[in-house]
């Protein structure tokens, strides 16, 4: 039997833009320009969900014939469908979640968009304004849940990892499940699907109906890293800054999984964070585990803390190889203290308010030549500050490697220069290099032409 | 045993205002002013619930010493109480239907009025844009639902109608919950509270467990007509004109009882609408009925109609008397012509976006001496444009009788004068006496003094 | 408009008879006999709901030609009615409730009857056999919920009362309901019925959406005490004495208003019970209540009590009048003491297994001429057996007076002869003629014969 | 970090058995002898779910010191467990499915033994009662769902299969679930598994929250094939003639993977219903799938029905190799016939009564060598009993395969001595020699010695 490969469909919304004013739903069928071009990327993102390539290019490529038009009805919006995968559909029916997932991009893309002027990027918004809209946009999405107890378990990690890694990622998970605990990751392949696999299982062992698998992603890269299916609720943050607040505003404690340039920026952005004076007395559970293959990479990463920002970061976190058990029990034990805290400051369970975020880590950076040569990697600053720029820096590597503006600026103006202490710069060099050695940069197949060089002055 | 008749208590939200941001819980917060008034005796209305009293000057006078405040924290705001009715609390403890209507009517006075700025009315706004704002504020109200068939009836009628007419209005209310309908009225006693009591006895036979019980009010007139405690969806509509768009957007049918000028005024609403050429089509079931001593009541309205408006009027409604099971059974009909309509048109069944309200019937009237004197009440006019100035000296009427504002001016600058056709306004003033007589302009017991004179040029 | 009063219907059950087995189905399907002609007139007070008599021979009368048969069908069964009371349907489909009810009976008439061989009575069952036995059929009945928290209160009182005790019913039940608390009667009218409607009230006020509304009747009292339409639940037990195990096996708590022989009857089997040793330390809130009018009439069972059973059985309730707020307030404070008792012996919250009933209390009392005269009404025995033999005394009252079998006994040999001491039958005379004064043996207009004599030796 | 492997626990029990009357649990609780050896057997198995043995007796050496005892208290029954292993618990819990695998185990083994005598076997029951019986034990399951439309899909295949063949049970598990549709297989390994994997995770994409996945097992098996985890619905049937009886009337359609002499009991079992004449016009869909590389398998199955059963039998399935989509839509369509067919004769969804089941496919077989040397495997009589006494062949391997009394009576014994006509039993040896040699007898890993051997007269 021969199955055809492409479809055309019209289909109907389901959940919140169900109910649209007439006001809404003319603001948002204009969706001409940028903002159509970005909603057609992201779309075809999630209908191709069942491809595990994470070359943005190369699926936009196979799929040029593919479009997606807002039709405007009496009674809502609705979307119109060209070429679209076949593998998004039974017998012609879109599949439930491919529909939730597709309006969750119309949402937080065309009608978000136009409600926060987003793509003008908040750029001068104050830091509580930002923290309030990063708050709106989960809370529009549905992401709030009345909890008993903080059990939101963010976990962070490469998309491209070894199969014993991806495997130990799915024990963990598995036992996190098993512990009543949910999952949040960033929604693409690799350690952002194991441990919702995992916890998925382990739900369905423990009978617990209401897991919550929550992928929060962001447009530059949901075309290289499509959700995967497990994902049940779907954000579409306007930045990286942004969603990386949403991870650690909604989440109540983090596993870091081995990752590449990507996990690294999490990691300095979650430690220059708690390194922050006002902080001190915020409790966040902080792990980084993996197989014991991985223990030479934690060791690594530990000490490239401990060079760069000392002994004080090195405190923030514990390391567990290889026992997902363990892991499963001291995040359990330190979301009872999460509890606690918030109980007693009476704080809310589902948005951490109280976690203070310095603006350097708030404001949208644009990975440009310009910009991230004027980064400032030396040791003559507050340590949160020096660990904001390598952020940054790292931000930038992700950008070169994978987001389409990055990729296109590195393909005009060559790689970017990153400046800044000698010996400062020789360490992140090394960790770049075993990334690369690793093949942690990208998905094993193609040979990975780095986007940087490291310039000491 | 003696029992307080005063209560102190801080309340926490439930529903709506649960998850608010930082940003919104601070607009909120700044209740001082003309809003923190209103709110304060609209949350009174709601907290005397208990009592039968339609004069919100002594409710006021009786619990003068009452307070209200919002109190601002880390999760979201509450409500701080003092020398609350003790009738709103069990044991110290709000009842929960009180405490849901008091966050309604935050919701609505505080919440959305910051958010629409509609303290100034929306003066300017455009037909559209009223038409929108209405429907999401009964969104923001959680008021549209995912039904299979059109099922909400309106109910219009009096605050102060006599037994044997109350009852009626009990006995059709319970013929219509048998038929699995639900009940939207203006919330107050008489004709508004009874076809609730009598749906939600009839849902509890039919074992009907989603029964809807739509109370619509203003915040001109909740303190003289507290919402009856049947009420389980409680909307603050910003004023009579917005409140006369949702009854006739969000309900599918209207059933009109005995009343006053309240009533009278719903009539020409609904009567100038259907008489607009761009509704001819638009199917409307709309029904007159009451006990067989309330004939006479309907026949002279009917003859009124026909004077003032003509045959094409009379022939948008039916007259039933005294028999609530041909009432019932006439709606569950008519519904089902609303319900081929809407499929037909691909119009959704929650919000009759299809029903053109001419702008003369949408913008706000104020009842000022000035604004009633020129009211145009001659026959050189389209005839919907004489329902809708007919309308407005109806609503002056009413608000000269209970509401605050109206009753000032009355106090202030004397009677409202109404000049016309003198034919026409002939006709008005024995409408009007009879409404006297029958006592169906304020609650007995009390003596009516008329806020108005009929003056024939 | 002219409705028809006869509607002849096919009916299918909903809920426990849904899924029947083949055997099952030929089982119930075997109707003939005299079960055929107790479930005909068990349905037909179902489907007469809407009246108001107590005389079951006046509506049997009436719908003579009433009939309704099971149908075996492949899938099930169905029923098969001819003639049935047109106050049963709506546009000639029943009513919800009226179809719960109907099936509650065939699933405790013909159903359990053949399971159990209810027919012959159990006569010679065991003390636990019969409690295991009530057990299961209210089990079958699904009348079990989990909970955390005794909440069932039993309401005892007269099926007719004056207006306003009936009003003052209502009230307590409403103060009951708005704590959350549930209500048991024997669902008939009166003291049965007011009760539940207040709850019923404060439960929507309270959005209490799970709230019970138990009715347990028997086959020959249900004709003549119409189940309620707010019955919930509905469970026809075989005989008075499992119907008053029943009560006090699933309630927590009892409340006593005005009553005539049967709430007597009533009073004497709890007593009864709570005066056996074994029970000396089983919490069981048992409260005497009315309004201020039947202070008197409290007075006077008070004496009674005391004067046969002596002070203790006076000490095991309180008497509270007029005062509907410390009524519910006391019994809350009672069942906080049940909760603690069945916690502490980790009884189970939905049946009292640990209360022990004396099997004096448990075998069916057949009233009989030859057994009335046979009690042994003296004060030579255990005040719990004398309580027993009370207890049958008026029992026999209650079925002379209204029970099919009593009347027709009454009907043929002439009146009861109750034999005992002198005094004590002095006193229960003087209780008797007042309950006939009071009009409380028989709803008023009928005027009533008495069905015994006493006779002192 | 060490963990312990075995555990002591008290657990309650969830669902069905929580409200028991006294008489129940006393009953319940004599568990010696048979039963309770049965009992701690087949709760061993649940408890154990986490191992991948097919060998009971290992399992059983290794945990020999495991015990399980029901206690009984006021509230109910628990069971007492020493020595569990570790593996059910988490962090001293035991995982929810466990614990309701458990007490269903309880329900069918000891509840429903003793109610229904099943221990006897149910010898001299006619062929009514038995179809009855499993009714009343599915009933009792809770299996029975309120449809819409036939969906329950069984698996049939066999435990040890190849990993290609194991992956394409998932895809064809999961094209089923992408329908909607829902799994029933015998809930071991191997083509028990791999639908119920590939349909739940279906289910989470197609969001189908009440996806069932059903495990009928009997006594005899479980051991061997420790319910998958996936199961969410148990039903330990008292045999093997009950529980094919249970598949066949609660499923709406059957599809065949690979398997050994299990899987060819099945084959044979419907087909020998199918091909008697009462059958003729009941539809059943019946698919015999594959991977591509099990072609071979599925055309030798398919010569060996034609030469011993011919082409009527032939045409009662449908085989389809490696073309999962095919399989799916060739079963929705025959479930819609089956819809239709139900529908046209009235007959409930849920159970298949219509369906004539000659007894000699449901009388229980014992396989001992007596019996086995009796089967009549000769060309001499209707095909239909032709098909009951193959079927009753291979069955007795599976027991001396597999089973505990059967690989018992090997031991003690010697092999099956299986007699018949000299051309079938050639076929049949044949067929027989093709499984061990594809290692479908046992798990890879385990020589396979045979059980049998045919002898030609």
Redesign the interface.
Known sequence: ?L?EDRVDALVAPKGAL??L???EISRMSDDSGSLHSLFRSCALAILNCGSDSDDANAVMEEFKDFDIRIVQ????VKLQLKNAPASAF??GKM????R?MLFSVLRDIIFTYHEYNLERGLDSASS??I??VV??LL?NANV?R?IQSPDMVVCWGGHSIARNEYDYTKRVGHQLG??DLNICTGCGPGAMKGPMKGA??AH??????TGVYLGLTEPGIIAAESPN??V?KLVIMPDIEKRLEAFVRTGHGIIVFPGGAGTAEEILYILGILLHPKNANVPFPLIFTGPKESADYFEQIHAFIGDVLGAEAQAKYQIIID?E??VA?AMKQGLEEVRHYRKA????F?YN??LYIPEEFQHPFEPTHENVRGLNLNFDQDTHLLAADLRRAFSSIVAGNVKAQGVAYIKEYGVFEIHGDRSLLAKLDALLQAFVRQQRMKLPGSEYIPCYKVVTD
């Not at 009805?73 to 809502?76: A, F, L």
């Open positions: 039997m199955y169900e109910m004013s007439q006001d009805q009496e009674r809502g039974v017998d599949i439930t979640s491919v939730e509580d304004k923290t309030n708050f709106e809370r709030f009345r098993l512990r998925a299982i369905a062992k423990q009978r617990v109906h299916p497990i049940n026992d058990v363990a029990r400051h009476q704080d809310a589902y308010w109280k």
